[in-house]
């Protein structure tokens, strides 16, 4: 799945948008399942109307994708999809801190650093109605990536934890990838998010 998509061809685009409606889809269930798996923990209102909110966007994202790949021709679940997203999802059900490192913290950032590239492809490609819809997935997703990054930090104070090294204990522990750059600094910044858990340490290990 990692191969670099010709965008060029209606293909190219077609297996982009669609790869991306998948990666919606899953963010849809992982707001709801945030929701729900976590709700016997006394976390107050503000925590669940902040997730009720991601989930609504991911749902719109989802129908944006899906309405442009009807006007491409395609539709959602045309091809196969990776599992990754939801693994992500099972391999932090035990722990609330492990699912905030893992799914907003790794991979919706993760969406920050890749986007703006993938925009500006689709803009070379002559697909200005892609890039719009990635452009407005992109500002939401700062803001989710907000919402995690500040119950991170919430629930780090409540358990009396220093929140970048747990940020880092807990990715290394629960997520097979690397952090890898190059990383979006001002995307991650605007999201509230602290370079201190990202950032490599200075003598490289
Ligand atoms: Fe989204
Ligand atoms: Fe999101």
């Not at 990754?84 to 993760?110: M, N, Y």
């Not at 997520?175 to 998010?193: D, I, S, Y």
Request: glycine share 8%.
């Amino acid at each position: 799945m990692k191969r670099r998509r010709n965008l060029g061809s209606p293909t190219g685009r077609i297996a982009l948008i669609h790869a991306l409606a998948h990666i919606e889809l899953n963010a849809i269930d992982l707001g709801w399942d945030i929701v729900a798996r976590f709700s016997g923990e006394g976390l107050p209102q503000a925590f669940f109307d902040d997730w009720v909110g991601v989930a609504v966007e991911e749902a719109e994202h989802f129908a944006l994708l899906e309405a442009r790949l009807a006007a491409l021709g395609a539709a959602y679940g045309d091809l196969p999809a990776h599992d990754g997203l939801w693994e992500a999802a099972a391999s932090t059900a035990h722990d609330l801190l492990a699912r905030l490192a893992v799914v907003p913290l790794v991979l919706e950032a993760r969406g920050l650093d890749v986007t703006p590239a993938m925009m500006r492809r689709l803009e070379r490609a002559g697909d200005l109605e892609s890039a719009a819809i990635l452009e407005r997935l992109y500002r939401d997703e700062i803001g989710h990536v907000a919402v995690g990054a500040r119950w991170f930090a919430e629930i780090c104070r409540a358990r009396g934890l220093d929140p970048a090294p747990t940020f880092r204990d807990l990715v290394s522990r629960h997520f097979t990838g690397a952090l890898k750059p190059p990383f979006n600094h001002a995307a991650r910044e605007a999201a509230g998010m602290p370079e201190a858990f990202y950032a490599a340490p200075a003598d490289g290990g």
